[in-house]
């Protein structure tokens, strides 16, 4: 732990020297919520909602935002780059493992783009002139966990995309793949409860619901008692899944790793 520490204090300062990089990314991230907002409230007329009400599409995705910039990872293709350059060689050799070294630098960007997000939030509420919602402490507390094991699943599926270079020359093809999944199914674009049945069903069993929409889901008050349990049942499920993967991947894929480079 106290390694992970000074990692994230180390990209900390690296994360504040490019504030303009940090206000970009982060303004990036808002974009599609933000589009995909107004084309739902172009088309949802205010006395005729198909799924939600107009307050709670719009609460909805303004924490599709927060959750989202929590939940993100992109060190999978700089990894990927590392391996097949050979890059990582060094790093093997410190008494530590890799992945706290990319852990520290996706913490510590959080952190920043979080500082940059919050005022554009509090912003897009009083623009929409919403309405603060009611939640319980324990509704608050399983929100947060929930949110921790989404950016701890999507974490280590990014990661793991990074470890096909063990095997694939180009990943970027798989990582555009996992990527459009998680658009349709994690409920960046469409919400979960307005998918049509088929769909919701197979998006259940995949794991982008859990890397975004279920903590959203909770904090709104969508799911009964039983589906709340099912839900974190399946995301904790997806969590060690994807840890044991990981381990995986990355024992045999230094059975592979030659160090000379691509």
């Given at each position: 732990?106290?390694?992970?520490?000074?990692?994230?204090?180390?990209?900390?300062?690296?994360?504040?020297?490019e504030?303009?990089?940090?206000?970009?990314?982060?303004?990036?991230?808002?974009?599609?919520?933000i589009?995909?907002?107004?084309?739902?409230?172009t088309?949802?007329p205010?006395?005729?909602?198909?799924?939600f009400?107009?307050?709670t599409?719009?609460?909805?995705?303004?924490?599709?935002m927060?959750?989202k910039?929590i939940?993100?990872?992109w060190?999978?293709y700089?990894?990927?780059?590392?391996?097949?350059?050979?890059?990582?060689?060094?790093?093997?050799?410190?008494?530590?493992n890799?992945?706290?070294d990319?852990?520290?630098?996706?913490?510590a960007?959080?952190?920043?783009?979080?500082?940059?997000?919050?005022?554009?939030?509090?912003?897009?509420?009083?623009?929409?002139?919403?309405?603060?919602?009611?939640i319980?402490?324990?509704?608050?507390?399983?929100f947060?966990v929930s949110?921790?094991?989404a950016?701890?699943?999507?974490f280590?599926?990014?990661?793991?995309?990074g470890?096909?270079?063990?095997?694939l020359?180009e990943?970027s093809?798989?990582?555009?793949f996992?990527?459009?999944?998680?658009?349709?199914?994690?409920g960046?674009l469409?919400?979960?409860?307005?998918?049509?049945?088929?769909?919701?069903?197979?998006?259940?069993?995949?794991?982008f619901?859990?890397?975004?929409?279920?903590?959203?889901?909770?904090?709104?008050g969508q799911?009964?008692?039983s589906?709340?349990l099912?839900?974190?049942?399946l995301?904790t499920?997806?969590?060690?899944?994807?840890?044991?993967?990981?381990?995986i991947?990355?024992?045999?894929?230094?059975?592979?790793?030659?160090g000379?480079?691509?």
């Amino acid at each position: 732990m106290k390694k992970l520490f000074l990692f994230i204090k180390l990209y900390l300062a690296d994360a504040l020297i490019e504030r303009t990089d940090m206000v970009l990314y982060t303004l990036s991230a808002c974009a599609t919520p933000i589009v995909t907002l107004f084309v739902w409230l172009t088309f949802t007329p205010d006395n005729n909602p198909s799924v939600f009400s107009r307050q709670t599409l719009i609460w909805y995705f303004l924490l599709t935002m927060l959750v989202k910039l929590i939940t993100s990872a992109w060190g999978g293709y700089f990894l990927s780059n590392r391996i097949r350059r050979g890059a990582i060689s060094p790093l093997l050799v410190k008494p530590v493992n890799l992945i706290i070294d990319y852990l520290g630098n996706n913490i510590a960007e959080k952190i920043v783009k979080l500082i940059i997000l919050i005022p554009i939030l509090g912003f897009l509420i009083n623009l929409f002139d919403l309405k603060y919602f009611a939640i319980s402490l324990a509704t608050f507390i399983i929100f947060i966990v929930s949110v921790l094991m989404a950016a701890a699943i999507y974490f280590l599926i990014d990661y793991c995309l990074g470890l096909l270079a063990f095997w694939l020359d180009e990943t970027s093809a798989a990582g555009d793949f996992i990527g459009l999944l998680n658009n349709l199914f994690s409920g960046v674009l469409i919400p979960i409860a307005a998918m049509p049945l088929f769909i919701k069903n197979i998006g259940n069993f995949l794991p982008f619901r859990y890397t975004v929409s279920l903590p959203i889901e909770i904090l709104l008050g969508q799911l009964t008692g039983s589906q709340l349990l099912i839900g974190l049942g399946l995301q904790t499920t997806w969590l060690l899944l994807m840890w044991f993967l990981y381990k995986i991947m990355w024992k045999q894929g230094l059975k592979l790793y030659s160090g000379t480079g691509a």
